[in-house]
């Protein structure tokens, strides 16, 4: 069977893509320079599908298929939240959700120096970024941006971490705002990290709070945004 071929970048965008599909051709598109995220591989001047998902595009350039599934496979630039599961000389060991275990370089640290090595316990929950992905390799990460500021980067203290599907960790960073996200800021002040890696972490003042905004991201994957808003209504007369 023929694999489907695209006529333009456009042909595919925002459709349904199977493992085979050609979704883009670079000889088509010179001068351009783009980035793959996850789901995409590149085969001489062919872009093809390697899952099943819907193809996505961010201006200026990044493509990517997004697909509601447990297991994550890590992507250069992902943020993650990562769990710390082992202590050595010159790296964490870091569960990431992934086929393998990432590692967290000791110097990955805004000023990292032999000096000034952080000392983490186990368990800790770290908010992180993929560095490199190699096929068959542990995925490197850090706790920088891409200028070497720590940003948002880092430990996640306090709060509560809950695991969920890939597709709804991207939704919740999509733009413009998430429905469920927009109608708990309304309502209710807390903190949120979502690692592309399919956790979010949920930080706030009060516990009821905490319990409310986690089990409404939990219960608003399939739900239309209409949906998602009588959710969050019903949820809120708990804690009213």
């Not at 032999?114 to 000392?119: A, E, F, G, T, Y």
């Not at 096929?135 to 490197?140: A, L, Q, S, T, V």
Request: glycine residues 8%; proline residues 5%; neutral net charge.
């Amino acid at each position: 069977m023929e694999n489907k071929q695209s006529s333009s970048p456009a042909s595919f965008i925002d459709s349904t893509v199977v493992p085979g599909d050609v979704v883009l051709d670079l000889s088509s598109m010179t001068n351009q320079t783009i980035k793959l995220g996850g789901g995409l591989r590149q085969d001489c001047d062919a872009i093809s599908a390697m899952k099943a998902g819907t193809l996505r595009f961010l201006k200026p350039n990044k493509y990517w298929i997004e697909s509601s599934q447990k297991r994550y496979v890590p992507c250069v630039e992902d943020t993650v939240l990562g769990i710390v599961v082992d202590s050595k000389a010159d790296n964490f060991l870091i569960d990431i959700k992934g086929p393998t275990l990432a590692f967290l370089p000791v110097l990955a640290f805004e000023g990292g120096t032999r000096r000034n090595i952080p000392k983490f316990e186990l368990g800790t929950l770290l908010y992180l970024r993929v560095v490199k992905a190699n096929f068959g390799m542990n995925p490197e990460l850090s706790c920088t941006d891409a200028s070497g500021k720590a940003a948002e980067f880092g430990p996640l203290k306090d709060g509560y971490m809950f695991e969920t599907s890939t597709g709804l960790s991207r939704k919740l960073l999509g733009s413009p705002t998430c429905p469920v996200l927009e109608a708990l800021g309304k309502k209710l002040s807390f903190e949120i990290a979502v690692g592309l890696n399919g956790r979010v972490w949920v930080n706030a003042a009060s516990p009821d709070t905490i319990v409310v905004a986690a089990n409404a991201i939990m219960n608003s994957e399939s739900l239309s945004t209409a949906q998602q808003i009588i959710m969050v209504e019903h949820l809120l007369k708990n804690i009213q």
